[in-house]
Nanobody, 115 residues
Framework: QVQLVESGGGLVQPGGSLRLSCAASGSIFGISTMSWYRRAPGNKRESVATITGGGTTNYADSVKGRFTISRDDAKNTAYLQMNSLKPEDTAVYYC?????????WGQGTQVTVSS
């Protein structure tokens, strides 16, 4: 059984920074793509950032230049560094790992950007 545990969410003022982490545990035999998604109230879940096993990254236009996704394969962990946060970044953030061609999801962590 594979579990993903997220951490790092919270309340931050506009212009501030947060770093999210997502660690996988259990029977893991290689993680290909690691991704972050988010869902704001009343909105559909949207892709925020993705990193492949080879290190190729992709970002939503709304976060380019502000967010950085990275991974530590030795720790089975993905990170999302979020800088210059805006109120519209407020959402529940979810990590998604593809392990053995099967997608696994974290439980979500709340990020609130407000003064």
């Amino acid at each position: 059984q594979v579990q993903l545990v997220e951490s790092g969410g919270g309340l931050v003022q506009p212009g501030g920074s947060l770093r999210l982490s997502c660690a996988a545990s259990g029977s893991i035999f290689g993680i290909s793509t690691m991704s972050w998604y988010r869902r704001a109230p009343g909105n559909k879940r949207e892709s925020v950032a993705t990193i492949t096993g080879g290190g190729t990254t992709n970002y939503a236009d709304s976060v380019k230049g502000r967010f950085t996704i990275s991974r530590d394969d030795a720790k089975n962990t993905a990170y999302l560094q979020m800088n210059s946060l805006k109120p519209e970044d407020t959402a529940v953030y979810y990590c998604n790992f593809v392990i053995g061609m099967y997608p696994y999801w974290g439980q979500g962590t709340q990020v609130t950007v407000s003064s």
